[in-house]
């Protein structure tokens, strides 16, 4: 049984929020804001280690995250130098002996947004959160998408568009979840400018589970 390419999501240039929320939550080599960055997902989730070593050793990239799931694993490296951080992509994928359409197309789960957020509810998801508070009264963006990895693109694109606030993102495990906070009217650019990022993904479409 080969390997799996669930995500392959090259970032052109990490946003403020989302560098800083990866240094606040990540255990590896902290990113700054204007590096790219690549996060790799496959399936199963223990080959993620060689790919991790493939990596350092074909570039000089540094590695953020590294997760071992019993199902995926998921690699984040960044440079500050774009090229370093595809060369790091292509000896993967040479390695995997995949090419970068063989990765899944994203498929948004779940796409909403609450208004007026109510005080009660903005506690309970802020102690949860990694990231900036949400405060009463304020919009709530929720996406949740699979692959898990596509979850950063859906951030960073959404930080680019719109002046909101990331209040947690999880790009590991079966599903992907993104919360950002904000204006109303910000927050609906910046759901526009996320859910438009996924859709531009090309890719192979997910096996139908068929129950017989």
Do not use: W
């Amino acid at each position: 049984m080969g390997t799996a390419l669930r995500t392959y999501c090259f970032l052109d240039a990490l946003q403020p929020q989302l560098a800083t929320f990866m240094a606040k939550t990540a255990r590896g080599f902290l990113p700054v804001p204007g590096q790219a960055s690549l996060f790799v997902e496959i399936a199963p989730g223990i080959a993620i280690n060689q790919v991790t070593d493939i990596a350092l050793k074909a570039t000089r990239v540094q590695p953020a995250l590294q997760v071992v799931e019993r199902a995926y694993g998921l690699l984040e490296v960044h440079d500050h130098d774009q090229g370093e951080v595809l060369s790091a992509g292509a000896a993967i994928l040479r390695h995997l002996d995949l090419r970068e359409q063989d990765r899944l197309k994203p498929k948004v789960l779940t796409n909403q947004i609450i208004r007026g957020v109510e005080a009660y509810q903005t506690q309970i998801i802020n102690r949860a959160s990694a990231g900036m508070m949400v405060l009463p009264g304020q919009s709530l963006f929720i996406l949740e998408c699979e692959p898990a990895g596509y979850a950063v693109l859906a951030a960073n694109e959404a930080e680019k568009a719109a002046q909101v606030y990331l209040v947690n993102v999880t790009p590991y495990g079966a599903f992907g979840r993104l919360y950002m906070s904000g204006p109303e009217a910000e927050v609906d650019a910046a759901a526009t400018a996320a859910t438009a990022a996924l859709a531009a993904v090309a890719g192979r479409e997910p096996e139908k589970f068929v129950d017989r």
